[in-house]
């Protein structure tokens, strides 16, 4: 018996030796600062992709949502067409271009091409933005890029985010001309559109520091930086109010996965001298698909624009 006893507190006394290093270890991990890991590991995501996140988004093929368009431009409404494209894709970090082929140095983005089209008497406007957010979630977009075509001519933006946002600039316009500057980075409304789809409880509310889309800057002809805004967050729709500049933006969407964008309104004062009114431009949903669409390029395949109702 006594054999026995010396036997098993033996044992216990290595069983309680190897938990208390463990427990040594664990405690040690836990106290490395926190500043000295960051320096070397990107943040963590804001969110978990779930399975259905994967099956939806990395099915190979595009979001695809038309919109019925009702354009405030220069004092008066006018119909017209908007369409959203929602994809993922390989993006390079350094080039800031989509990427050729897989690598593991690639970011995953999830890409929003979204266009205007609209007519302002004789003469049309062709509008798109394109924006690349990190599907991380974790950072503002790596890339936006803004065009507006029109009869009087064209322009063009473009913002890269690296140490600042670099933003480069061409326009017909004396005033605008050509323009390379930087930026301190701050909230992107561009961004917001694809932070809702793949989080809306992840978009910034309260007060702080925006800046406006780049159509709306085009438009307007304001200085590119970030102005004071507003933003409200209930189930299903976000608002965001720019104090400085007299404008409300309402995204409505649906509040369960994939949270689509169903509609949008932006009110805002239009027109110049006593034709100066506040308008409000909408665009209403008309159809969802989704397609590799890049491969939809005969004749045949124009079929697709009327089941977007593109053709009307």
Same mark, same amino acid.
């Given at each position: 018996?006594?054999?026995?006893?010396? +036997?098993?507190?033996?044992?216990?006394?290595?069983?309680?030796?190897?938990?208390?290093?463990?427990?040594?270890?664990?405690?040690?991990?836990?106290?490395?600062?926190?500043?000295?890991?960051?320096?070397?590991?990107?943040?963590?995501?804001?969110?978990?992709?779930?399975?259905?996140?994967?099956?939806?988004?990395?099915?190979?093929?595009?979001? +695809?949502?038309?919109?019925?368009?009702?354009?405030?431009?220069?004092?008066?409404?006018?119909?017209?067409?908007?369409?959203?494209?929602?994809?993922?894709?390989?993006?390079?970090?350094?080039?800031?271009?989509?990427?050729?082929?897989?690598?593991?140095?690639?970011?995953?983005?999830?890409?929003?091409?979204?266009?205007?089209?609209?007519?302002?008497?004789?003469?049309?406007?062709? +509008?798109?933005?394109?924006?690349?957010?990190?599907?991380?979630?974790?950072?503002?977009?790596?890339?936006?890029?803004?065009?507006?075509? $029109?009869?009087?001519?064209?322009?063009?933006?473009?913002?890269?985010?690296?140490?600042?946002?670099?933003?480069?600039?061409?326009?017909?316009?004396?005033?605008?001309?050509?323009?390379?500057?930087?930026?301190?980075?701050?909230?992107? $409304?561009?961004?917001?559109?694809?932070?809702?789809?793949?989080?809306?409880?992840?978009?910034?509310?309260?007060?702080?520091?925006?800046?406006?889309?780049?159509?709306?800057?085009?438009?307007?002809?304001?200085?590119?930086?970030?102005?004071?805004?507003?933003?409200?967050?209930?189930?299903?729709?976000?608002?965001?109010?720019?104090?400085?500049?007299?404008?409300?933006?309402?995204?409505?969407?649906?509040?369960?996965?994939?949270? $689509?964008?169903?509609?949008?309104?932006?009110?805002?004062? $239009?027109?110049?001298?006593?034709?100066?009114?506040?308008?409000?431009?909408?665009?209403?949903?008309?159809?969802?698909?989704?397609?590799?669409?890049?491969?939809?390029?005969?004749?045949?395949?124009?079929?697709?624009?009327?089941?977007?109702?593109?053709?009307?």
């Amino acid at each position: 018996m006594k054999n026995l006893q010396i +036997i098993m507190l033996f044992f216990f006394g290595i069983f309680a030796s190897c938990k208390d290093t463990t427990s040594q270890k664990d405690q040690a991990l836990k106290s490395e600062p926190i500043s000295e890991v960051s320096k070397t590991l990107p943040k963590e995501q804001s969110y978990e992709q779930s399975q259905e996140f994967k099956d939806y988004w990395y099915a190979g093929e595009a979001e +695809i949502t038309s919109y019925k368009l009702e354009q405030a431009r220069y004092g008066e409404m006018r119909d017209g067409s908007a369409v959203l494209v929602f994809v993922t894709e390989d993006f390079l970090p350094k080039k800031q271009v989509k990427a050729d082929r897989y690598d593991k140095a690639n970011a995953p983005v999830l890409k929003l091409n979204a266009t205007k089209n609209f007519n302002t008497g004789i003469y049309p406007y062709s +509008i798109m933005q394109s924006t690349f957010y990190p599907v991380s979630n974790n950072q503002h977009a790596l890339k936006v890029s803004c065009s507006v075509q $029109e009869w009087c001519g064209h322009v063009y933006t473009q913002l890269n985010n690296r140490d600042q946002f670099e933003i480069t600039s061409h326009s017909y316009f004396e005033s605008d001309a050509d323009q390379e500057f930087t930026l301190d980075k701050a909230i992107l $409304e561009n961004e917001l559109w694809t932070q809702l789809r793949l989080d809306p409880k992840s978009l910034p509310v309260g007060h702080f520091d925006m800046i406006p889309s780049m159509e709306f800057i085009r438009l307007k002809h304001i200085e590119m930086k970030p102005y004071s805004a507003k933003a409200i967050n209930n189930e299903g729709q976000y608002i965001i109010y720019y104090h400085e500049l007299d404008r409300k933006l309402t995204i409505n969407y649906n509040p369960s996965f994939p949270y $689509e964008i169903t509609s949008w309104e932006e009110t805002f004062k $239009e027109g110049s001298g006593a034709n100066t009114k506040t308008l409000t431009t909408k665009a209403t949903k008309l159809k969802t698909i989704t397609s590799a669409y890049w491969n939809k390029k005969s004749n045949a395949d124009e079929n697709l624009r009327e089941t977007l109702k593109l053709n009307r």
